[in-house]
């Protein structure tokens, strides 16, 4: 459950929120639409702890997992659509990344070398270390993150030569 309780939030003299409260129980979805300026966004990162409220409460799971896509989309080439949605699955996401660099350990001994020296990791920790990871990753899904991304992608509009694409390729909207 995440929970706002009398939230308020402005900058100087524009007043986005003054005593906002609300309740978002598990399972439930919702939506936030309002016009440009009016605190969506800031609102977002409340929730997300990246700024603080001027007054009230913010509550949530520790294990709550948020995918958030930043409306600055800034230069985003080299990646393909895909994997930049994919990059928005937060824990899941470096999840999926630590897996990647721990099988390259296990294959390539020179990697096996610079994971010992920077994190400790000796073989017998790197193998406990990957069932920990893989565990949690296979928790939250993410064995069907890239066919759920799909799916999500082509329910957008996004045609199959998109999806494979270059993000920076696409438009404003599009990165939108």
Not at 49 to 65: M, N, R, V
Not at 88 to 105: I, K, P
Request: overall charge negative; glycine content about 14%; proline content about 2%.
């Amino acid at each position: 459950m995440l929970s706002l309780t009398n939230v308020s939030k402005q900058y100087g003299p524009q007043i986005l929120f003054v005593g906002a409260t609300c309740q978002v129980n598990r399972g439930e979805k919702i939506g936030l639409v309002g016009p440009n300026g009016s605190g969506k966004s800031t609102l977002f990162r409340l929730i997300l702890g990246e700024e603080s409220a001027d007054e009230g409460q913010i509550e949530k799971p520790k294990k709550l997992t948020i995918g958030y896509f930043r409306q600055d989309a800034g230069d985003m080439s080299g990646r393909t659509v895909l994997a930049e949605t994919v990059a928005g699955a937060g824990e899941t996401a470096a999840l999926g990344e630590e897996l990647v660099l721990l099988e390259r350990a296990m294959e390539d001994p020179e990697v096996a070398a610079r994971l010992e020296s920077e994190r400790g990791l000796d073989f017998d920790r790197l193998l406990t270390r990957y069932g920990e990871v893989q565990a949690r990753f296979q928790e939250l899904g993410g064995y069907e993150l890239d066919a759920r991304a799909h799916e999500i992608l082509h329910g957008l509009g996004f045609s199959q030569e998109q999806v494979n694409g270059d993000v920076g390729k696409l438009s404003g909207g599009w990165k939108m």
